[in-house]
């Protein structure tokens, strides 16, 4: 079972972080990635990290603005997203997909299990 929190309402520039608290798996060995939907638009993906924590992977648009960590003694990945725009606005699932492979899987198809979703909203 997934669990994100995080989200909210914040101005363009501002930053949050997200958390995605994990039970009931054994989180290490699990690739996680974080997914995001606007509304009208497709899910689609944002950042993912490998089991270890050594390797990332990120969606060209928020490369440079967003970091994607994981605590597996805490059970918990998290995304730090910096200089926010408006156009991040969207509802963020995180995702787990087992395995200790790498992180470079970027399709939700490549996940089977899903958080209920966190509201980000970036607006003035």
């Known amino acids: 079972q997934l669990s994100e929190s995080g989200g909210g309402l914040v101005q363009p520039g501002g930053s949050l972080r997200l958390s995605c608290a994990s039970s009931g798996v054994t989180f290490d060995s699990y690739t996680m990635g974080w997914f995001r939907q606007a509304p009208g638009k497709e899910r689609e993906f944002v950042a993912s990290?490998?089991?270890?924590?050594?390797?990332?992977y990120y969606q060209d648009s928020v490369k440079g603005r967003f970091t994607i960590s994981r605590d597996n003694a805490k059970n918990t990945a998290y995304l730090q997203m910096n200089s926010l725009k408006p156009e991040d606005t969207a509802v963020y699932y995180c995702?787990?997909?087992?395995?200790?492979?790498?992180?470079?899987?970027?399709?939700?198809?490549?996940?089977?299990?899903w958080g209920q979703g966190t509201q980000v909203t970036v607006s003035s």
């Open positions: 990290i490998s089991w270890s924590g050594s390797t990332t």
């Open positions: 995702a787990a997909r087992p395995g200790r492979g790498s992180s470079r899987y970027s399709s939700p198809a490549d996940y089977d299990y």
